[in-house]
Nanobody
Framework: QLQLVESGGGLVQPGGSLRLSCAAS????????TGWFRQAPGKEREEISC????????NYADSVKGRFTVSRDNAKNTVYLQMNSLKPEDTAVYYC??????????????WGQGTQVTVSS
């Protein structure tokens, strides 16, 4: 089963930074594109970033472009999301999922527990 474990969330002040990790267990994450998603209270889950298998292609939602950076370390079977200049509206539970490609909506596996990010003073 394609299961990912998200970590690295926490409470941070506006303007602060966090780095989230997405680690694969039981399969090779480097064989998949990987999307980062988030769900804020009372809102639908949205995709905010994706990285291709090679890492050469990345994309971002307008809401995080220029502040978040996705990367991957295939040797560690892990994908990261560096989040800078955090805003209160970034508060959400963050998830990752393997994808068919960054241009596809096809997801593999299932949702994990996610990691909570709270941006507040």
């Amino acid at each position: 089963q394609l299961q990912l474990v998200e970590s690295g969330g926490g409470l941070v002040q506006p303007g602060g930074s966090l780095r989230l990790s997405c680690a694969a267990s039981g399969f090779t994450l480097r064989s998949y594109a990987t999307g980062w998603f988030r769900q804020a209270p009372g809102k639908e889950r949205e995709e905010i970033s994706c990285i291709s298998i090679s890492g050469e292609t990345t994309n971002y939602a307008d809401s995080v472009k220029g502040r978040f950076t996705v990367s991957r370390d295939n040797a560690k079977n892990t994908v990261y999301l560096q989040m800078n200049s955090l805003k209160p509206e970034d508060t959400a539970v963050y998830y990752c999922r393997p994808k068919l490609s960054c241009g596809s909506r096809v997801l593999f596996g299932s949702w994990g527990q996610g990691t909570q990010v709270t941006v507040s003073s």
